[in-house]
Nanobody
Framework: VQLVESGGGLVQAGGSLRLSCAASGRTFSISGMAWYRQAPGKQRELVATIGSGGGTTTYASSVKGRFTISRDNAKNTMYLQMNSLKPEDTAVYYC???????????WGQGTQVAVSS
């Protein structure tokens, strides 16, 4: 499984961005997916998760109500709609997919999000 994130960039506080994570390879083996982020000098943290069917989602308290995770299994793509962005949302955002076939996680290369005040 290969994952490629896109959609990052520079935005002013209060603005919006939509991140995408396109999966390829053995996509039929993917179950749960998630978005993580890592700010400079900080540990990588979980932002949101989504189940295989897209009906079950969870969010970190810091983004709840502002971010929405979704997936389109027909397009093998996961999304993260980010609204009301804050400077503290600045980080590299990574997508992760779990493969039930091999019992391991796969990671994308990350996309940079920068929010100016």
């Amino acid at each position: 499984v290969q994952l490629v994130e896109s959609g990052g960039g520079l935005v002013q506080a209060g603005g919006s961005l939509r991140l995408s994570c396109a999966a390829s390879g053995r996509t039929f083996s993917i179950s749960g997916m998630a978005w993580y982020r890592q700010a400079p000098g900080k540990q990588r943290e979980l932002v949101a998760t989504i189940g295989s069917g897209g009906g079950t989602t969870t969010y970190a308290s810091s983004v709840k109500g502002r971010f929405t995770i979704s997936r389109d299994n027909a397009k093998n793509t996961m999304y993260l709609q980010m609204n009301s962005l804050k400077p503290e949302d600045t980080a590299v955002y990574y997508c992760k997919a779990h493969s039930v076939l091999v019992g391991r996680d796969y990671w994308g290369q990350g996309t940079q999000v920068a929010v100016s005040s």
